[in-house]
């Protein structure tokens, strides 16, 4: 797994969106990315709804990506980015209540659970999670 970062975002997002079933692209956002060694997307990080205090975000990664090198290194970027670099006082996290891989992974970085939109899709709830600042710098990831 290869950290790409920023790169290939405009193809990162649209990647992101078939795999979220998300119908349009958000209007501003910012994408990170793990590519395997063919450089094809295993796993991308949409940045959205950019406000003072808050980002969201969203994870789409395709199955068995996430080694353990590779989930301390986009642990350490996404949170980086957002807490040191846009100052945001916390990342929250939108998930569709059927993607359960995607609900544990999250859940595994440190994400609480703050509530269900239920009907937020036709089809599916919609749960949103919350990471705050103060958790990633007292977290046993964190490069400090």
């Not at 290869?2 to 119908?23: M, N, P, Q, S």
């Not at 991308?44 to 205090?53: D, I, M």
């Amino acid at each position: 797994m290869k950290f790409i970062g920023f790169e290939r975002e405009e193809e990162a997002e649209a990647w992101a969106r078939e795999r979220l079933e998300v119908g349009a692209a958000p209007t501003l956002f910012r994408t990170m990315s793990l590519v395997d060694d063919r450089d094809d997307f295993k796993c991308v990080v949409v940045f959205s709804n950019f406000a003072p205090r808050n980002v969201d975000l969203n994870i789409a990664g395709e199955p068995r990506w996430a080694t353990p090198k590779a989930t301390l290194r986009l642990f350490n970027e996404v949170f980086s980015y957002a807490f040191k670099m846009l100052r945001a006082a916390r990342v929250t996290a939108l998930v569709r209540g059927k993607n359960d891989v995607c609900k544990r992974f999250i859940e595994h970085l440190g994400f609480q659970l703050e509530g269900v939109m239920r009907g937020a899709f036709a089809d599916d709830d919609l749960h949103v999670y919350g990471f705050l600042a103060e958790d990633y710098h007292s977290h046993a990831w964190c490069r400090g």
